[in-house]
């Protein structure tokens, strides 16, 4: 049995590392764009944050003040049993968001979106929010996810409809313009990691752009060709737009782009686009019944992508 204090203890070190400490495969994102930017002013850009994020690991500050909206993406085994039934994964869960945030781990930034109402802990409506997968064995397996405020409010997050008429060079078309725009507004903070989302409805579209984007590790690849190649020719044509880091011009606009689908209504193909901040920020722990607790690079949440 997963005993709720070991679960507890678990959730709430995860939540500090995915803070304080970008992904291994982040880091060396920032290492090969810093090898092969031709830009100085770009160049300079990425070597300062990849310095303060190593700063921040090393001292357990954090890596950004907008720890934004805290999410979760659970993968529950089938057999897995916990101790006072499996809502408990969202009570641990919300006790280890409250004394995070009390703790300087996480920034109070959720409140009401209509009265301003700030309970100070980010604990409202919906929020934390929680995705949940059901896969074989007997563990628990979590995945926190702060998602910074500019790569969803401003911007950052964009959904269009498109005829089926229009295809695949609509879809690439749209993707691009909603980079440019959102670089543009200063919405992003690029070379973000892009996620899009292709099919199903609005929502699932959407769905799929966020996890594409925040789960998804630099340089994996979709498995199916046709896919990959869409990866491939957005990445490519991304980063000849010259955004650069933070918009300052240069070779590296975009760390890397991750395409999931879902199949669709014949009446049209819905679209969206999620970016994702460029440290990307993710944490991964499994536990199971014996009290064990294991870190994990990687969520894997695409079938071992």
Aim: hydrophobic letters at 40%; a negative charge.
């Amino acid at each position: 049995m997963i005993t709720q204090q070991v679960l507890g203890k678990a959730i709430f070190e995860t939540i500090k590392k995915a803070s304080c400490c970008i992904p291994g495969d982040i880091e060396e994102a920032f290492q090969d764009s810093i090898s092969r930017e031709s830009s100085s002013v770009s160049k300079m850009a990425l070597e300062a944050t990849l310095e303060s994020l190593q700063r921040s690991r090393e001292t357990s500050l954090l890596a950004c003040p907008d720890t934004g909206w805290p999410l979760f993406f659970v993968e529950v085994g089938d057999e897995a049993v916990v101790e006072g039934g499996l809502r408990v994964i969202e009570t641990a869960s919300k006790r280890a968001v409250e004394k995070a945030t009390h703790e300087g781990y996480l920034r109070a930034t959720m409140k009401h979106p209509l009265t301003g109402e700030d309970p100070g802990n980010n604990i409202g409506n919906n929020v934390p929010n929680f995705t949940y997968k059901f896969v074989p064995g007997d563990t628990i397996k979590l995945t926190f996810v702060p998602k910074g405020g500019g790569s969803e409010c401003f911007g950052g997050t964009r959904y269009q409809v498109m005829a089926f008429a229009d295809g695949l060079t609509a879809i690439k078309k749209f993707i691009v313009d909603a980079y440019i725009a959102a670089s543009r507004a200063g919405a992003i903070c690029p070379p973000s990691v892009l996620g899009v989302g292709i099919g199903g409805t609005s929502d699932i579209s959407t769905k799929l752009a966020k996890e594409a984007a925040a789960l998804r590790k630099v340089g994996s690849k979709n498995p199916e060709p046709e896919i990959a190649r869409i990866e491939e020719e957005l990445y490519e044509g991304i980063n000849r737009l010259g955004i650069g880091a933070m918009g300052s011009g240069g070779d590296v606009s975009v760390f890397d782009v991750n395409v999931e689908y879902a199949y669709t209504h014949l009446a049209g193909i819905a679209v969206a686009m999620n970016a994702n901040c460029f440290i990307a920020r993710r944490a991964t722990v499994e536990v199971d019944g014996k009290g064990n607790i294991k870190e994990h690079e990687s969520p894997n949440w695409f079938n071992g992508r």
